[in-house]
């Protein structure tokens, strides 16, 4: 069994930016040269999360309304009251997204739905250069 880790970065906008990251994951997995086994795609950060999406305009959208209506960033939070960094809502919405995604690897590829890309979700309150650890185990 093969174990093998990555990074790479990216530039963000910040506030629920969502940037598609299937390519950075499947080339991770072709340079690791592991056949068959899983890849876990991971953020280090308590204001960013990793998911699953149709990448395209409409639904990218719908995601950072739905994020928007059900944790909105004009409500009182302990967080901001307690470090003034103003981004209560960004570690929130984090949390319920999750840190991280995985996806079975099979003959060398990802096995991800035709219209399913691996995105990442920036949602802290400003731009953000970030660092996505992707872990590849398998043979
Ligand atoms: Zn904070």
């Known amino acids: 069994m093969h174990v093998v880790t990555e990074s790479f970065e990216l530039q963000t906008q910040g506030n629920t930016d969502i940037i598609d990251?299937?390519?950075?994951?499947?080339?991770?997995?072709?340079?690791?040269?592991v056949r068959n086994g899983l890849v876990c795609v991971f953020s280090p950060s308590s204001t960013s999360g990793i998911t699953t999406l149709e990448y395209e305009s409409g639904a990218i959208a719908d995601l950072q309304r739905t994020?928007?209506?059900?944790?909105?960033?004009?409500?009182?939070?302990?967080?901001?009251?307690?470090?003034?960094?103003?981004?209560g809502h960004s570690h929130v919405r984090a949390?319920?997204?999750g840190a991280s995604f995985t996806v079975p690897v099979v003959d060398g590829r990802l096995t991800l739905g035709t219209w399913q890309q691996i995105i990442f979700v920036d949602f802290?309150?400003?731009?953000?250069?970030?660092?996505?650890?992707?872990?590849?185990?398998?043979e």
């Open 124 to 138: 802290d309150v400003r731009p953000r250069r970030r660092r996505v650890v992707v872990q590849i185990v398998g």
């Open 67 to 87: 994020f928007e209506e059900l944790v909105p960033r004009d409500r009182e939070y302990k967080h901001n009251l307690r470090w003034g960094d103003g981004n």
């Open 21 to 33: 990251i299937t390519d950075n994951v499947a080339r991770a997995v072709q340079r690791s040269g």
């Open 95 to 97: 949390a319920l997204l």
